[in-house]
């Protein structure tokens, strides 16, 4: 069985989450969802960043100890990814002790690989992005996300030899051993190898709150190196187990554009140094504004994903968020639209179609103690569903969650044009064996609409599923779902519940 390792990157514990969280863990969840049901034995892996000076200034603000301030957001983000359905199979901690170890064999590893030295740096440092900052990076003096001014640091420090490595990175890029997606990011990446990189740290001297370095106790892991540790650190890396050998290296990072370089240069070069294959896809997908403005607290225009689901369930979240533009793009959430596009695509497409087909069967086509029956299997659209079918695959497996949805709305589309040109209440009057095609066509759409539509709302897909009767789809491959006919004569099917109610 092939395997595919997904991850998403962890997330910062200084605050709750946010709806920039949500959409990348959605996306990894979407991917994650669609190679179980291509049959690949699947590791999703998500968690929290929870180290460094930053969280240890905000949980002293807080009145409370740094795993005190960590364990009740790291809880956060563990009950949101529960009302979203994110079905990871492994929710990691920096703090956690399995973690804790993989980072100490890792950086020890490096050490003894020569590939670590220690030295005195003086340079920028930017508290809120955790990291020093070159003086080509600054905008008016000040780093270009926080719009504060750094500070002179002066330390003594462990280095990576990053230098060293860089061109044995570049090579795996060119030869496409390391995919780095879209392609406007692979290029940014070589065109930083271009411009040169010097060698980093990988420790600090003045920060406590971290994985102390296992050759130098007064130091700890740099926290955004201890983070990208965890990928491997979940696996069980600290003791080389099966799972560790089942599915490193990951096969897809996903993230947003503005941690690519730690993760398509830094990682690999690291994994290098210590012997170990570098991931075969990173994937950074863009940033968003809302409603055409960049998210800010002094703005008020701040989405809180709680509350998007209070309003729209998770469901619908899933499904406006990932539907908005093009997957790995910039781009706009059109928040204040969501109503409309809720209305359009859900109530009236997916709910009102399923709705009517089920009416229509339930109507002309009774069953003992209620609901319909499943007629003679009709052929007409085995081709045209299969042309659908490809294209959709086809864009899963360029993570164009995006041109995916299009797909669904296309064979939506499909399904309520052929309602409208055969006229299935006038069929019943007039031709009652064309009418048990129609309805058979009509039903084995609704079930194709299912399967298409489990990767981004899952319960939406085992409601209509169930409702046509299909208890035991989870125990077959998307190669045999998606042929068509997989609806059997006599099946009892059912209306059931609406799915959208119209907002």
Not at 266 to 295: N, S
């Amino acid at each position: 069985m092939p395997k595919f390792y997904i991850t998403t990157p962890i997330y910062y514990v200084n605050d709750k989450p946010h709806i920039g969280h949500a959409y990348t863990t959605i996306a990894a969840d979407v991917l994650a969802r669609y190679h179980r049901l291509a049959g690949d034995e699947v590791y999703f892996l998500t968690g929290t960043d929870e180290h460094g000076s930053k969280i240890a200034e905000a949980a002293q603000a807080a009145g409370k100890s740094p795993k005190e301030f960590c364990d009740e957001n790291a809880a956060k983000f563990q009950m949101l990814w529960d009302r979203l359905d994110i079905s990871h199979n492994q929710f990691i901690r920096t703090t956690d002790e399995l973690h804790i170890k993989g980072v100490e064999k890792f950086l020890g590893r490096l050490k003894e690989a020569g590939a670590i030295y220690d030295g005195e740096y003086e340079g920028l440092y930017c508290q809120g992005c955790e990291r020093f900052l070159t003086e080509k990076e600054l905008v008016n003096g000040k780093c270009p996300d926080h719009l504060t001014a750094p500070q002179l640091i002066k330390e003594k420090n462990y280095f990576f030899k990053l230098k060293e490595y860089l061109s044995k990175v570049a090579k795996l890029i060119d030869e496409g051993k390391i995919k780095i997606m879209p392609e406007s990011r692979r290029s940014e990446v070589l065109g930083l190898i271009k411009q040169g990189l010097d060698d980093f740290s990988v420790s600090r001297e003045s920060v406590k709150w971290g994985i102390e370095l296992p050759f130098d106790r007064k130091q700890v892991a740099y926290v955004w190196v201890d983070a990208l540790i965890n990928y491997i650190s979940a696996l069980g890396y600290d003791e080389d187990g099966e799972k560790f050998k089942k599915f490193w290296p990951a096969d897809i990072h996903l993230m947003a554009k503005d941690i690519i370089k730690f993760h398509a240069l830094y990682w690999p070069a690291m994994l290098i140094a210590a012997g170990l294959p570098a991931p075969k896809v990173v994937f950074a997908h863009g940033f968003f504004t809302v409603d055409g403005q960049k998210m800010s607290k002094s703005l008020g225009n701040t989405i809180d994903p709680d509350a998007l689901i209070d309003s729209f369930g998770a469901e619908a979240i899933r499904y406006l968020l990932l539907s908005q533009f093009p997957f790995g793009q910039d781009g706009d959430i059109k928040a204040g639209n969501f109503s409309i596009q809720y209305n359009a695509d859900l109530a009236n497409g997916v709910g009102n179609f399923t709705s009517r087909v089920l009416s229509m069967a339930e109507k002309y086509l009774s069953a003992s103690g209620g609901g319909g029956v499943v007629p003679e299997k009709d052929y007409t659209f085995s081709d045209e569903v299969a042309g659908i079918w490809r294209q959709y695959k086809e864009a899963m497996d360029r993570f164009q969650i995006d041109a995916a949805i299009e797909m669904i709305k296309k064979l939506n589309g499909f399904g309520d044009g052929y309602v409208e040109r055969q006229k299935p209440w006038e069929l019943a009057k007039t031709d009652p064996e064309e009418l048990k095609k129609v309805i058979y066509n009509l039903l084995e759409i609704a079930r194709h609409l299912a399967i298409m539509l489990y990767p981004i709302m899952p319960e939406t897909a085992e409601r209509i599923l169930s409702f046509l009767g299909q208890s035991d789809w989870k125990n077959r491959k998307l190669a045999e779902l998606k042929d068509w006919g997989g609806l059997e004569p006599g099946t009892k099917v059912e209306k059931g519940a609406n799915l959208f109610p119209r907002i």
